[in-house]
């Protein structure tokens, strides 16, 4: 079965720090992508960073980061010098050949950014 | 260049009463999919469409319809709506499949149903 667990339903950190969110996922498919959305009140899904199951590097996009571990089956999202924007919904997803491309999600981490 | 854009963002319906939500994908985006976001939940994949056609589809009851249009853009239809029903709905667009292939999401209808 295709699944993504996030088991921090809340998070805090303080302005200008780096923070980590977790994620693990599930599958058989040796093929598959990893994706991580932030999600403001607005309601819009934001793309933020991308890893794929072959990728020998790990995923950097500005401020953010994903640590990939393979055998952990884990893709942390690491936001450095966080900002009080940040403050959002942040949900980790996955794509498989398996599942047909559609993306699963997880349950989404929600962070806050203090002054 | 317009990303993705639903329509209406907003809507209160009864239950029983049918709803049509409309999505406009990411200019040169042929793939539509439909996503059903719960409170506090993460979204659950409804269906996608690509040429026209379903190309495949979740975990919901055929009261959950859709179509798209010769344009790409795409409809996602509610019958005999339940109290259940309340979420956000989110449509995503993109450009053909593939693990790698970055889904562009819009703002969502959040629909309420009493």
């Known amino acids: 079965a295709q699944k993504i667990t996030q088991t921090q339903p809340g998070m805090f950190v303080q302005e200008k720090e780096a923070v980590t969110l977790d994620c693990t996922y599930d599958t058989s498919d040796p093929s598959y992508g990893l994706f991580w959305y932030k999600q403001p009140s607005s309601g819009e899904m934001i793309f933020l960073i991308y890893?794929?199951?072959?990728?020998?590097q790990n995923a950097t996009e500005g401020r953010y980061s994903l640590n990939f571990q393979k055998a952990r089956k884990s893709a942390n999202l690491v936001i450095s010098a966080s900002q009080l924007g940040d403050s959002a919904m942040y949900f980790c997803?996955?794509?498989?050949?398996?599942?047909?491309?559609?993306?699963?999600f997880g349950s989404g981490t929600r962070l806050l950014v203090r002054p | 260049d317009a990303g993705v854009t639903q329509s209406p963002t907003h809507l209160i319906k009864t239950r029983g009463q049918q709803v049509t939500l409309r999505c406009s994908p990411k200019?040169?985006?042929?793939?539509v999919s439909w996503y059903q976001q719960a409170l506090g939940q993460g979204p659950q994949f409804i269906f996608q469409y690509y040429e026209e056609e379903e190309r495949q589809r979740g975990n919901f009851p055929d009261r959950f319809s859709g179509h798209q249009f010769p344009n790409y853009s795409s409809e996602l239809n509610v019958n005999a709506l339940l109290l259940g029903d309340s979420a956000l709905y989110l449509c995503?667009?993109?450009?053909?499949?593939?693990?790698?292939?970055?889904?562009?999401f819009g703002q969502g209808t959040r629909l309420t149903v009493v």
């Open positions: 997803a996955m794509k498989t050949v398996d599942s047909s491309y559609k993306l699963i």
């Open positions: 890893q794929g199951s072959y990728d020998q």
């Open positions: 995503a667009s993109s450009l053909r499949q593939g693990v790698n292939t970055e889904a562009f």
């Open positions: 200019s040169g985006h042929d793939t």
